[in-house]
């Protein structure tokens, strides 16, 4: 189920599953097998192939052979494969009650495995496993994949509520699955190794900003009533530690806005988290900036001090290193909220008077 959790394999098993022109493709490895494969004593023979699927206009990247004698090309294999048009919806959604939020107790098999980069993983099978021995996570190849109309997907988790407390979540994480071999750990079996050699490098960017709707129309009115210019950049938040909080519920990469303004001669930076999950709910982040650089030089570091401290920005005293912070709370029913909403002008009034652009 670990799986799950990788945004690209997901459309692509999406693909696979609902688009007529892939799954006919798909299904007929299996019909061909019903009807060629041979059985002898021991084994079974079948000369591999399928029915390719349409795909117009992709581009491919192909590793293989060129006889120049024939002028024959030979494909061995496949590396990279783009712009793939689909008849997917917009939104897709997987649902299992084996998709669990909720804090992992203790470590598992390959959660606290190390990393390995050479080709030769150290597997003696003559050597019995016991608890005492190492996980590793063994690196392969992938195959790049991009999808022309790239579909969001999500994994439909379950929260947890506390009893008596008006239906307010609890702070929840992914249990992670881990990878491992299906040998003895200190915490039982781990479990067997998992396939993930896709890269999806499908252009997703327009898909995440939807997160953000009702902050990126507050903006726009801020623009459009000041005649403000300003500039936004969407950054993933990336995994530190065990914790799992770069990660949606949903199974998506957890993003933060960053939007830069200019007000008479004062550099502002908007930070927004997506919080549409509800985890943590988090204010908005105004900076008055008054060294650039330094800024641009600390925002990986301030990127990643957010998911250690479990989606809570830095201290004042270390953005004031930065310069003067501000934090600007949200609406209540802020997925809810319409431009001529009160409690959006009242949110735009609040932005304002941060900014100092009270009429």
């Known amino acids: 189920m670990g799986q799950f959790n990788n945004e690209g394999i997901r459309r692509l098993l999406a693909w696979i599953i609902l688009d007529e022109n892939a799954r006919k493709s798909y299904e007929s490895i299996a019909l061909y097998f019903t009807i060629e494969a041979k059985k002898f ?19 491919l990247k ?13 494909v061995f294999e496949i590396t990279d494969l783009h712009n793939i048009k ?62 022309a109309n790239p579909s969001e997907t999500k994994k439909v988790v379950k929260k947890k509520t506390r009893s008596g407390s008006g239906g307010q979540h ?39 900003m939807q997160r953000f709707d009702a902050f990126k129309v507050l903006i726009k009115q ?25 990660i949606t519920l949903d199974g998506n990469r957890r993003c933060l806005l960053e939007i830069r303004l200019s007000i008479n001669n004062q550099r502002y930076v908007i930070m927004e988290i997506d919080t549409t999950d509800n985890l943590k709910p988090l204010s908005t982040l105004i900076v008055q900036i008054h060294d650039v650089v330094l800024w641009n030089s600390n925002l990986n570091s301030i990127r990643d001090t957010i998911v250690k401290n479990s989606l ?12 003067t912070p501000y934090t600007l709370n949200h609406p209540k029913h802020l997925f809810e909220l319409t431009e001529s909403n009160d409690e959006f002008k009242g949110w735009l009034q609040r932005l304002e008077k941060v900014l100092s652009l009270n009429d």
């Open 41 to 59: 004593e021991v084994q079974t023979s079948w000369r591999f192939h399928f029915n390719l699927p349409l795909l117009e206009n992709i581009a």
């Open 312 to 323: 809570r920005w830095p201290s004042i005293e270390t953005l004031e290193n930065f310069g």
């Open 62 to 74: 192909t590793v293989g052979y060129f006889d120049s004698e024939n002028k024959e090309y030979t």
């Open 86 to 147: 689909t008849s997917l919806p917009e939104q897709i959604h997987y649902e299992s009650p084996k998709f669990k939020s909720g804090k992992t107790s203790g470590s598992n098999g390959g959660s606290s495995g190390s990393g390995l980069d050479n080709d030769d993983p150290p597997v003696d099978d003559d050597v019995e496993a016991d608890s005492n021995s190492k996980s590793f996570q063994v690196k392969i190849p992938q195959t790049s994949l991009s999808f």
């Open 222 to 246: 801020l623009s459009s009533k000041h005649g403000v210019t300003y500039e936004e950049k969407l950054h993933y938040l990336r995994k530190v530690g065990r914790s799992r909080l770069h």
């Open 170 to 208: 609890d702070s929840t994480e992914y249990e992670d699955a881990g990878v491992g071999t299906d040998e003895p750990t200190t915490n039982g079996n781990g479990p067997k190794g998992e396939f993930n050699g896709l890269d999806d490098d499908s252009d997703v960017i327009a898909l995440y």
